[in-house]
């Protein structure tokens, strides 16, 4: 999570008269130059950084990012402004054909936000913060439940690029709190704000959580979300976190439901850690009850026939959805060395069926509608086991050129649907749609994996603006690429990322 600090200077001069004795016998050194403002051009303004130069007025700042871009990808899938990432540069079902097309939000996502710190007491200050991801070229807010239900009717080969998300559009899709700090007891904050799982992504991932290079910043269901991407942000929720010499604890709970724009129906996380002669960890430990995950319909497939339009009594703005418990477990840790970072991290998170059903449907995130009937409850039955690990290295050549690398790895288990024969659920999928061989094992309860190893280099051209590119291997298998039309893809990226 990318922090904006301020800083503030006041000087009080005392004056009086002194003695001829008094003053000094050597000429006094000059005056330093005064500083060059900020705003006293273009480029002066390029050169300073969001913390020097803040767009603030009592206590309130202004503040934000624009990244923009273009890619190519060998098994992508069609730009969508409503999608956070907006194309697909992991492999993922929709993965069709190749695509040179804009990228937005390679580096971070773009968003523009107001940060509130207002002291009231010597160590005190009231906190505050809301903000918005939006698409670059559309400006659309951000808006996963969105992206699917643009594609709802349509079978996977005509789709363009989807996927569930904690973000649904709103002017606060990014977070929205308010709260007290003290300097010696913490900071305790309330409202829409991130899972303490998402902000050990956003410190232990080596590519920052970006979305062209890193499969856990790609994909939020890997890591931030513990296994479900709703889980990334608590709408509802109180955080206290602290920080005592070289240690530091926080808790998060999420209270509240559907009704109040979660992805669960209850929440709570735990974090641990410490920084010690340039090593650094966190551990954090998750728990959700009737965690959702969306889907869509996919068109009407009838056979080996996928057609556009729905089933009947399904409107455009009706989605699937999947439910779970979920228990999570996760550790990230860093080195620094002078110019060298080294990063890894670990997560295991088991799925059980949920605490609740829901066989009449429900009101999701988003605003959209999860019928009776479209509901899914026992696909856990058998305990699905979600793990993922990851390192990296990033090196800064200079002081403004990092070139940064990674490998991902996630897997999961077989969790066999009831009912389902061993011998074979997981064969190789020999469906056919649309004239496409679809991929992976024959179900997606079939143990499977999910591996990424990328590269990037970012230079820091002024203290606003990074110039950036790389690229993303991804690969599929198993049960996690049932269905795919395609089960790898190879991402290339490259932009600008300007902060104010």
């Not at 069609?78 to 990228?103: D, H, M, R, T």
């Not at 007891?185 to 799982?197: D, E, I, K």
């Not at 996690?480 to 089960?487: C, F, R």
Request: charged share 10%; net charge neutral.
């Amino acid at each position: 999570m990318r922090r904006i600090a301020y800083a503030g200077a006041v000087g009080l001069a005392l004056g009086g008269g002194a003695l001829a004795a008094d003053l000094p016998t050597k000429k006094a050194p000059p005056a330093p130059p005064p500083a060059t403002p900020c705003f006293a051009s273009f480029w002066d303004y390029l050169n300073s950084t969001p913390a020097q130069c803040p767009l603030s007025y009592l206590g309130v700042t202004l503040y934000g990012t624009i990244d923009a871009g273009v890619g190519y990808s060998t098994h992508g899938a069609a730009l969508n402004p409503a999608y956070p990432n907006g194309v697909a540069e992991l492999i993922s079902k929709a993965s069709n054909k190749s695509y040179f097309q804009f990228v937005p939000n390679g580096l971070s996502q773009s968003n523009v936000g107001i940060q509130l710190r207002e002291p009231f007491a010597p160590g005190w200050a009231i906190v505050g913060d809301v903000n918005a991801g939006f698409d670059p070229y559309s400006l659309q807010f951000a808006n996963g439940p969105r992206s699917l239900v643009e594609n709802n009717n349509l079978p996977i080969n005509l789709q363009s690029a989807n996927g569930d998300s904690s973000r649904a559009g709103a002017v606060d899709n990014t977070r929205a709190f308010l709260g007290v700090s003290n300097s010696t007891f913490g900071a305790l904050t309330a409202g829409r704000q991130y899972a303490l799982s998402t902000e050990l992504v956003n410190s232990y991932d080596p590519m920052a959580g970006s979305y062209a290079f890193s499969l856990i910043g790609n994909s939020s269901t890997y890591v931030a979300g513990t296994g479900n991407t709703e889980l990334a942000r608590y709408n509802t929720s109180l955080k206290y976190q602290v920080t005592v010499s070289n240690f530091r604890a926080g808790a998060a709970w999420q209270f509240g439901g559907y009704e109040q724009g979660n992805g669960s129906n209850g929440a709570y996380q735990f974090d641990i850690g410490g920084d010690y002669a340039g090593f650094s960890v966190d551990g954090v430990y998750s728990h959700a009850t009737n965690a959702v995950a969306l889907s869509a319909y996919n068109g009407v497939t009838t056979g080996s026939v996928g057609a556009i339009g729905l089933p009947a009594g399904v409107s455009q703005d009706d989605l699937k959805a999947t439910l779970a418990n979920i228990d999570a477990g996760l550790i990230g840790a860093k080195f620094t060395y002078g110019p060298f970072k080294a990063f890894g991290g670990y997560e295991y998170s088991q799925f059980s069926n949920p605490s609740n059903p829901y066989p009449g449907g429900f009101q999701t995130i988003g605003d959209f509608t999860v019928l009776p009937g479209a509901v899914t409850s026992t696909a856990y039955t058998n305990n699905k086991i979600l793990q993922v690990a990851w390192v990296g290295a990033k090196y800064s050549i200079l002081s403004n050129l990092d070139v940064t690398g990674a490998y991902y790895y996630a897997w999961q288990n077989t969790y066999l649907a009831p009912g389902a024969s061993a011998a074979t659920a997981c064969l190789p999928n020999t469906k056919v749609l649309n004239g496409y061989h679809l991929q992976g094992a024959a179900n997606s309860y079939c143990a499977g994996d999910l591996q990424a190893v990328s590269g990037m280099i970012d230079w820091r051209a002024f203290k606003r603006l990074d110039v950036y590119a790389g690229v993303m291997y991804s690969a599929a298998s198993g049960g996690i690429a049932s269905g795919y039309l395609n089960t790898n893809n190879v991402a290339t990226t490259a932009g600008l990322r300007f902060t104010f």
